[in-house]
């Protein structure tokens, strides 16, 4: 299984930004690289997702290295509402045949101080 | 919009009893699927479905039982309620199949075996 390597937690101030790193030294060529986000009492929520090439959506930006062995989620600048644990996820067919499923480590923890 | 409703949002049981959590999504998802989260750790796949009468086992599935009857409705039985089961069960949902599918969460069933 392709698995992710995440710091334990980090903090941020609140409107600077944040670069949440991602380590997945065995991705394969076909992995695509998802992240979900936790709030406190609360489903995870998509965030946003990518294969090769840098990515851009309402909520972040999604860094990927050209080797693939790594990625940052940026968060462009940090909200109170951004704490929460934030999961690096590679997709694994291993229990979805050609869905996949989502399968979750332990995340980062974000805090953001005001 | 609904999206992923959960039903209860918490439960207390004793060893021996058997329940059910209802999971409905109003998005005409194809994929369902059911997590449990315990405290600290990430989140572990129980069952999944890719689709009315389909169902299959994750990395978790002993003590539960799954069944799809309708493309909106994928609920989780709980045969015997073990103090193990003590956990939060999250309930998902995405459209179609492929590696690049977003998965939407419900909230969550907070489950407490006595």
């Known amino acids: 299984d392709a698995k992710t390597t995440q710091p334990n937690s980090m903090e941020s101030n609140e409107e600077e930004p944040v670069h949440l790193p991602c380590n997945h030294s065995?991705?394969?060529?076909?992995?695509?690289i998802h992240w979900y986000r936790q709030l406190p009492s609360q489903g995870p929520e998509y965030v946003i997702h990518?294969?090769?090439s840098n990515v851009n959506n309402r909520m972040a930006s999604l860094a990927i290295a050209e080797d693939r062995k790594s990625s940052t989620l940026i968060l462009h600048r940090a909200t109170l509402r951004d704490a929460a644990v934030y999961y690096c996820i590679l997709r694994d067919e291993n229990y979805g045949g050609s869905q996949g499923n989502l399968i979750f480590g332990k995340g980062t923890k974000l805090s953001v101080k005001p | 919009n609904a999206g992923v409703t959960q039903t209860p949002k918490f439960q207390v049981l004793k060893t021996g009893q058997s329940m059910t959590l209802q999971c409905a999504q109003d998005m005409n998802h194809e994929y369902m699927s059911w997590y449990r989260q315990d405290p600290g750790m990430g989140l572990r796949l129980i069952h999944y479905s890719v689709g009315a009468g389909i169902t299959d086992q994750g990395e978790v599935p002993n003590g539960y039982n799954v069944s799809r009857s309708t493309t909106e409705d994928f609920p989780l039985r709980l045969l015997s309620a073990a103090p193990s089961q003590t956990s939060v069960y999250f309930c998902a949902s995405s459209k179609g199949r492929g590696r690049n599918q977003p998965q939407h969460f419900g909230d969550g069933t907070r489950l407490s075996i006595l």
């Open positions: 065995t991705i394969s060529g076909t992995d695509y």
């Open positions: 990518g294969l090769t």
